[in-house]
Nanobody
Framework: QVQLVESGGGLVQAGGSLRLSCVDS????????MGWFRQAPGKEREFVAG????????YYADSVKGRFTISRDNAKNTVYLQMNSLKPEDTAVYYC????????????????WGQGTQVTVSS
């Protein structure tokens, strides 16, 4: 049973930075694309960023492009989300997820979800 455990969330002022981490307990971490999603109160869960199996391809939601960076360390079974220039509208529970494919992650092809970590950005 694969387990994804996120960490690094917290409270930060607008303009600040946070780095989220997600550790995968499985043995096939580097076979699959990984992604970060978020869900704000009263809203649907949405895609934030994705990365292919090798880390050579990344893609972002327009709302975070230029501010967030996704990366992975396959030797550590870990995916990261560096979040800079945070805005109050970035406040949400952030989830990491494993794709069913090696190349792309979407809401429709998730193998496993993490439990989520809260990010709160104050104005």
């Amino acid at each position: 049973q694969v387990q994804l455990v996120e960490s690094g969330g917290g409270l930060v002022q607008a303009g600040g930075s946070l780095r989220l981490s997600c550790v995968d307990s499985g043995r096939t971490f580097d076979d699959y694309a990984m992604g970060w999603f978020r869900q704000a109160p009263g809203k649907e869960r949405e895609f934030v960023a994705g990365i292919n199996w090798s880390g050579g391809s990344t893609y972002y939601a327009d709302s975070v492009k230029g501010r967030f960076t996704i990366s992975r360390d396959n030797a550590k079974n870990t995916v990261y989300l560096q979040m800079n220039s945070l805005k109050p509208e970035d406040t949400a529970v952030y989830y990491c997820a494993t794709s069913r494919t090696s190349t792309i992650v979407t809401m429709k092809n998730i193998r496993y979800w993490g439990q989520g970590t809260q990010v709160t950005v104050s104005s």
